[in-house]
Nanobody
Framework: QVQLVESGGGLVQAGDSLRLSCAAS????????MGWFRQAPGKEREFVAA????????YYADSVKGRFTISKYNAKNTVYLQMNSLKPEDTAVYYC?????????????????WGQGTQVAVSS
């Protein structure tokens, strides 16, 4: 099985930066893509960013393009989400996920392993 542990969330002010980390373990040979999603209270979980595990190509939601950067460190099976110029509307629980079936994955149902989430709160 695959285990994912997120860290790095917190409370910041608008305009600040945060870096989220996701450490993965188990079946790392089977990873096709890793992604970040977020879910605000009362809203559905939405795609934020994804990275192809082998090729390293990246994909972003329009709402975060130019502000967030996803990256990976294969040797540590870790994926990062650097979040700059944070806005109050970025407030949500952020989840890391792994897809072992698709290498370009931007939808919730394309991922089959999920972390427990880390809270990000941005005050105005």
């Amino acid at each position: 099985q695959v285990q994912l542990v997120e860290s790095g969330g917190g409370l910041v002010q608008a305009g600040d930066s945060l870096r989220l980390s996701c450490a993965a373990s188990g079946r790392t040979f089977s990873y096709y893509a890793m992604g970040w999603f977020r879910q605000a209270p009362g809203k559905e979980r939405e795609f934020v960013a994804a990275i192809r595990w082998s090729a390293g190509s990246t994909y972003y939601a329009d709402s975060v393009k130019g502000r967030f950067t996803i990256s990976k460190y294969n040797a540590k099976n870790t994926v990062y989400l650097q979040m700059n110029s944070l806005k109050p509307e970025d407030t949500a629980v952020y989840y890391c996920a792994v897809s072992t079936t698709r290498d370009i994955a931007t939808k919730v149902n394309e991922y089959n392993y999920w972390g427990q989430g880390t809270q990000v709160a941005v005050s105005s």
